[in-house]
């Protein structure tokens, strides 16, 4: 038995049995994440608030899940190397407030960074990798955003490898996120290392602006759509998604643009992150984020990721196939002002060489749902005729008859 123990160990220090957790994140991950809206401004009361809010408005009915700490809840580490939580802003400790967060039937995530600092200059876990996945385990931590600031000569593969093998080591199943923000493709050795990859820099919340921070920009959430490209589509599927970021739905923008925001990333089959304050949301914004007819297209257990069909006068249309011979259809306004459209199913060829799914609309019929009104729309056999208010969205769920 001793014996059986010390080759076991072995081999999971020279890796022979390391991998990434399997089946975390067979649908895109829902849940909440502290930087869009308090960044280095977050303690353990607004966590405790967060995880009560996220029950209350319905959102965990709704399938959220993570309440993630970003960046700055650190402290130091001591005299062996261990990293402890900022005694003032956590005095509680990382064990309690996941022990907390557990209570509330939601999983607690946690931030660090490849490099040696994170990107709000707290300690990173470059050459810590291993004694930070331990802690992380004896917390209770259920999810790792691992961020690639201040990794000086690092190769990102490499790195991220390095962290999903002391996770695996550590021995609790952690969802792994890579935030390397897309620069060394992720997209192509993400799978077998992380749930979740970043493919931009960081969102904004606005419909369609940069923010220019010298030697960064950060984007609205059209520019993050079109940094989308087709071939990312893919790489994407159960248990390892590309991600566009977290949301902005309820940081400011109006409620036609956080429709338009929350239904694309939807028709993406995007991590479902939220990034506003839970404790003071709009009904508006809580219709929005818990809309399940919509949270149902981007949780598809089909696990295929939308495309766009075409493009004319600001007006885009983009169709997701689903299971059980299902379509999405989302129409997305982007111009200022309102635009109609006219689409005659009979005579339009949708088709997806991804999933090998044609909607044969000359010879199918599909009946329509409204996702945004939750009313019927009629069916495929009549022209669509409708105008879609500036920066919304039409959302429709296709089922044959």
């Not at 695996?168 to 897309?182: D, K, N, T």
């Not at 939807?266 to 990034?275: D, E, K, S, T």
């Not at 919304?392 to 769920?397: F, I, K, N, Q, S």
Request: proline share 4%.
């Amino acid at each position: 038995m001793k014996r059986t123990l010390l080759l076991l160990a072995c081999a999971i220090a020279t890796n022979v049995y390391a991998q990434k957790f399997d089946g975390l994140a067979l649908t895109p991950p829902m849940g909440w994440n502290s930087w869009n809206h308090f960044a280095c401004e977050v303690n353990e009361q607004i966590i405790r608030e967060t995880a009560d809010a996220m029950v209350a408005s319905g959102m965990k009915d709704a399938g959220y899940l993570y309440i993630n700490i970003d960046d700055c809840w650190h402290g130091e580490r001591d005299s062996l190397g261990f990293i402890h939580p900022h005694p003032e802003h956590f005095p509680s400790g990382m064990k309690a407030l996941a022990d907390y967060v557990h209570s509330k039937g939601l999983k607690l995530g946690i931030y660090s960074d490849a490099g040696w600092k994170t990107c709000g200059s707290r300690p990173g876990s470059r050459g810590r990798e291993f004694q930070d996945a331990q802690t992380y385990a004896s917390w209770g931590v259920d999810y790792l955003k691992y961020d690639w600031c201040n990794t000086e000569a690092l190769n990102a593969e490499g790195a991220y490898l390095t962290m999903r093998d002391a996770l695996y080591a550590a021995g609790r199943p952690i969802v792994f996120s890579l935030c390397e923000w897309g620069n060394n493709q992720p997209w192509e050795w993400g799978k077998k290392i992380g749930h979740l990859w970043r493919t931009t820099g960081d969102i904004t919340n606005c419909f369609d602006c940069v923010v220019d921070h010298g030697a960064w920009k950060s984007w609205g959430v059209t520019y993050i759509l079109d940094m989308q490209k087709p071939f990312l589509r893919n790489h994407a599927g159960p248990d390892h998604w590309n991600d566009p970021d977290m949301m902005e739905v309820g940081n400011g923008m109006s409620v036609n643009e956080d429709r338009a925001h929350f239904s694309m990333w939807c028709m993406l089959a995007a991590p479902l992150i939220a990034g506003n304050d839970l404790r003071k949301m709009t009904k508006e914004t809580v219709d929005i984020l818990t809309n399940r007819e919509v949270i149902a297209v981007d949780q598809d257990s089909l696990g295929i990721q939308g495309f766009k069909y075409s493009a004319k006068d600001s007006v885009e249309i983009w169709f997701k196939p689903l299971a059980k011979g299902d379509w999405a259809m989302c129409v997305l306004n982007r111009s200022r002002a309102p635009q109609k459209i006219s689409f005659d199913w009979k005579t339009e060829a949708v088709a997806d060489s991804l999933s090998g799914r044609d909607a044969n609309f000359a010879t199918t019929t599909y009946r329509l749902r409204n996702l945004w009104t939750k009313k019927d729309a009629g069916n495929t056999k009549k022209t669509l005729n409708a105008t879609v208010p500036s920066h919304d969205v039409l959302m429709l769920r296709l089922r044959k008859m």
